[in-house]
């Protein structure tokens, strides 16, 4: 692959999905572009700090690469599309998008013959009707595993067709081997929200297993996982051998999700304290921490500000990992971490200005290394990973 490498797509080229804001630009020059964005956001708040050592960017494949699909349902019963919707609230198909991996391309056609099968009638969202009779069928989200394993998800304004769901489960079931968990997600009100908050579970089994690096992770219907398998793989990987560098005695992981960085990084002689604030996603972690039969390695259901602030100066642990989302760490935990006197701060970030913003606060601490990680091809966004020590 070339930095002239572009990816080709019927549907950008006739503007019916503009999605993927940078397909026209080769992918080595995306990667060239995010690289130094990212360089350039840090250095800008370095403020006489010596800028860290860049290690090479990540690459990811440019497609074939996205585990989930989230697809709005529009369109008829006896013909849905799956995809997104135009200006004027109809159904843009999208069924083979090329981001996708192969196996969701190849079960989102067998998707949409069930809903026509199951009389699942998309949700109309310009329709001159009341919510109750604009339809049931929302979105459907397809995630697949490393291996090959899937998680449906269909998202309805109410529990009214479930029964349908319910029936002909067993002949998607015969369809699609593949399929291990699937549940019916309410989601009642008229907004651009793409989930509820109620999870209906229509299956044995609750979680899709997610083998990353030899560590299983158990991915629950709303848990967050990253969008790239292999990217994230990778991740994983370079903060495990940062981390094995120092040899720290303690470690937070804050944000920690179902376990990602903390399971990566349990040692003997190491405690591992993950904190999150979803409890189906501590179960999750906790689930896969005793499969790995792991010791000295606990999660606790939690908001990360709140529990970094309650802490007392000498439970504080050698190294604090934070994974926030786009909007960063904010003030309140920036500001505890530039006063903790922590040694150490590996921080994963989503978004460089906010990851910016945040190391501006953060003024004791020298970054050390620093490295993107292309999670998101086609696109502006990637992910950053900073190896942070306070200075002596």
Not at 113 to 118: D, G, I, L, N, T
Not at 347 to 360: I, V
Request: proline share 7%.
């Amino acid at each position: 692959m070339t930095a002239a490498h572009v990816l080709d797509c019927a549907h950008f080229d006739a503007h019916r999905c503009r999605s993927c804001s940078w397909l026209g630009q080769g992918y080595g020059d995306q990667l060239a572009a995010k690289h130094e964005a990212t360089r350039s956001a840090v250095r800008g708040v370095l403020d006489g700090r010596p800028e860290p050592a860049w290690l090479p960017p990540v690459p990811s494949r440019p497609e074939g690469f996205r585990n989930k699909a989230k697809m709005v349902v529009a369109g008829t019963a006896d013909q849905p599309t799956l995809g997104i919707l135009d200006p004027r609230g109809g159904g843009v198909d999208l069924r083979d998008c090329a981001l996708h991996t192969p196996g969701i391309v190849a079960a989102l056609p067998v998707l949409a013959e069930f809903v026509r099968r199951a009389g699942l009638t998309p949700y109309d969202v310009a329709a001159q009707l009341p919510v109750g009779q604009r339809g049931e069928l929302k979105h459907v989200l397809v995630t697949e595993s490393p291996d090959g394993e899937l998680m449906v998800r269909w998202v309805l304004r109410s529990t009214a067709l479930l029964d349908r769901v319910r029936k002909h489960l067993p002949s998607l079931r015969d369809e699609l081997p593949a399929l291990r968990v699937v549940t019916g997600n309410v989601q009642p009100v008229h907004q651009a929200v793409l989930e509820g908050d109620r999870e209906l579970v229509l299956t044995e089994d609750h979680t899709l297993p997610m083998r990353v690096n030899g560590v299983v992770l158990h991915l629950r219907p709303r848990s967050f996982f990253q969008t790239n398998t292999d990217v994230a793989a990778a991740l994983y990987r370079q903060a495990r051998t940062w981390v094995a560098e120092i040899g720290p005695r303690s470690v937070w992981d804050l944000y920690c999700g179902v376990g990602g960085f903390a399971l990566h990084l349990a040692a003997p002689s190491r405690e591992v304290t993950g904190i999150e604030i979803s409890a189906d996603a501590v179960a999750s972690a906790e689930r896969s921490r005793d499969e790995l039969g792991l010791t000295g390695v606990r999660f606790e259901a939690g908001d990360a500000t709140s529990y970094s602030l309650s802490s007392e100066p000498d439970a504080r642990p050698d190294l604090v990992v934070v994974n926030p989302p786009r909007r960063g760490l904010g003030a309140e935990l920036a500001g505890w971490l530039e006063s903790s006197g922590v040694p150490h701060v590996l921080y994963s970030s989503c978004n460089p200005g906010t990851l910016a913003r945040d190391l501006a606060v953060m003024r004791s601490y020298l970054p050390v290394r620093a490295q993107v990680l292309d999670m998101f091809p086609q696109t502006a966004h990637a992910e950053t990973l900073v190896l942070l020590s306070l200075a002596q």
